[in-house]
Every structure is written in C-alpha cells, then in structure tokens.
C-alpha cells in the first residue's frame, strides 16, 4: 500500500505562474520529507527537503510546505521556468529502526511549463 | 566523476538468464542503496548498505535478487533466472550516511533491464 500519494499524475502550467505540487501520506512516524526532480533518462535529483519540526522550508524559487495535522506536503515553484518541466516525486522516511535508510516515495507529478 | 556511476545503463536479458548490475558511489558516501523504478511508478526501495554491511535487505522481492558490497565501495545488484516482472530501471543512490536532514540521496541515472 502507498504510504506517499502524488494523486496528480501531470500538472500544466504557464511560465511565469505559480506551480503547486501535492503530496499525501499516510505514516504518521514519518519525520523528514524531501522533493527530488527527474528529467528522462536520468536519475531523481534532490531538490529541497523540510524536516517535521519546521513548516516551511524555502531555497530560491522553491518553497515546501508541511501540514503535519492533515499528513500533506506541497512544493511551490515560483516563478515557474520551462526548464521546470520535469517529474516530481515526493518521498519520506521515518527514524531509525527497521526503517533506516530507506525512503517512502510517491508516483511522481509531471510537470510542464509552457512558454 | 563526481557523480554515482551505474553500468551498464540498458541491458536486454532472456527470460533465466542471470544479470548483474553495478553501481559506483561517489567517493567516500557511506549509505549505499539501491531502489526499483517501474514504469510509470516511484522508486521503490530494495536494500541499503552502511560501508560493507547490508543493514536492510527487506525490500528485496524475492531470493532471486542478492546485492554485495565487499569492500564498501562499489556495489553489485545481481538477479538471478530473470523473470518479466523483474523489467524495470535499477536506480543505485549514495549519501554520506543515512537520508537525514544532512545526508540527501545522490542518484545514479540507473540501468535499464528488460527482460523479454
């Protein structure tokens, strides 16, 4: 069973605008969230991640926010770039114990910023 | 390279045939991992190494999977009687230690098995 959704498997959007990615889970011992971006062909690439003590955690024109109480996460793009069209996964992962090391992640978002 | 090497990128097996795929960390990353990617799926973990040890090898789908890493360095996936079902992209991750906050996973651009 997925313990991270990405329930939007595409996402349209005019450069220039906001992009606004969403992510599910459903563990509540998750305690560290990251965002990774994947072009074809090649492997996830770390974006930005948010720890479950903090809310939001911004990079440049990356921001993630976390609503622990309803187990949601979104990554916002802003201004969104061309060079943005990608697929975005979501992934979490627990402390320690048999999870350790291993990361939860979602299907994935693709994104594509049009001119 | 600065980056995590994995050969070869595409590998077309027969259905039996064992396979065995490779991955180069970059220099000096202790966690080691390695996750399955189906189409159209997120990467779905299979085993994690902490140097030579092989600390979590719960994801692993079946006894025909095995992984090594000897001397904590490169690492081997090795697959067995391949199945069709085994068709996916191997992707091999590294960090300094773990996935915490400090230590994010730096992938590899995976190997691509089809098994026809």
């Known amino acids: 069973d997925q313990q991270v959704k990405q329930n939007s498997p595409s996402l349209s959007v005019q450069e220039g605008r906001i992009s606004i990615l969403n992510c599910d889970y459903t563990n509540s011992m998750f305690d560290y969230f990251l965002w990774y971006k994947k072009y074809p062909a090649e492997g996830p690439t770390f974006l930005i991640s948010i720890s479950s003590i903090k809310d939001k955690n911004e990079d440049g024109r990356f921001t993630v926010f976390l609503n622990k109480s309803a187990k949601h996460l979104s990554l916002h793009i802003v201004p969104s770039q061309p060079g943005d069209s990608a697929v975005y996964f979501c992934?979490?992962?627990?402390?320690?114990?048999?999870?350790?090391?291993?990361?939860?992640f979602g299907r994935g978002t693709q994104l594509t910023v049009w001119p | 390279g600065a980056g995590v090497s994995q050969s070869p990128r595409y590998k077309v097996a027969k259905r039996g045939q064992d396979v065995a795929l490779r991955c180069d960390p970059i220099?000096?990353?202790?966690?080691l991992f390695w996750y399955q990617q189906a189409l159209g799926q997120g990467p779905e973990f299979l085993t994690y190494?902490?140097?030579?040890?092989?600390?979590?090898k719960s994801g692993l789908p079946s006894d025909r999977f095995f992984a090594e890493r000897p001397e904590g360095s490169v690492s081997t996936l090795k697959i067995q009687r391949t199945q069709q079902e085994d068709s996916a992209v191997y992707l091999c991750a590294s960090s300094l230690g773990g996935t915490g906050i400090n230590s994010p996973l730096h992938f590899g651009n995976g190997t691509r098995l089809t098994v026809t």
């Open positions: 190494f902490q140097n030579e040890a092989q600390l979590d």
């Open positions: 992934a979490a992962s627990a402390p320690g114990g048999s999870t350790l090391g291993r990361l939860y």
């Open positions: 220099s000096g990353h202790v966690s």
